[in-house]
């Protein structure tokens, strides 16, 4: 597993779908599986934000001078 979190959620979710695929899957743990993929997904979608913030910042740079603000700015 990668060091990025990113990845690291999005690598889980691949595997939570695969689970949820299969049909030997109780009703429990794919319950379960559905709830942990729902956050993931909300952590991932969170992280590709503020990423895409940052991104912005870089670009909107009114002097056009590329540089990185932090969000928390």
Same mark, same amino acid.
């Given at each position: 597993?990668?060091?990025?979190?990113?990845s690291?959620?999005?690598?889980?979710?691949?595997?939570i779908v695969? !689970?949820?695929?299969?049909?030997?899957?109780?009703?429990d743990? !794919?319950?379960?599986l559905?709830?942990?993929?729902?956050?993931r997904?909300?952590? !991932?979608?969170?992280?590709l934000?503020?990423a895409?913030?940052?991104?912005?910042?870089?670009?909107?740079?009114?002097?056009?001078?590329?540089?990185l603000?932090?969000?928390?700015?």
């Amino acid at each position: 597993m990668s060091g990025d979190p990113l990845s690291a959620d999005l690598q889980r979710l691949e595997e939570i779908v695969r !689970a949820l695929d299969r049909d030997d899957l109780d009703l429990d743990r !794919a319950l379960a599986l559905f709830e942990e993929g729902v956050g993931r997904l909300k952590t !991932a979608k969170e992280r590709l934000s503020e990423a895409e913030a940052r991104v912005e910042r870089v670009l909107e740079d009114a002097a056009g001078v590329l540089r990185l603000t932090q969000l928390d700015e």
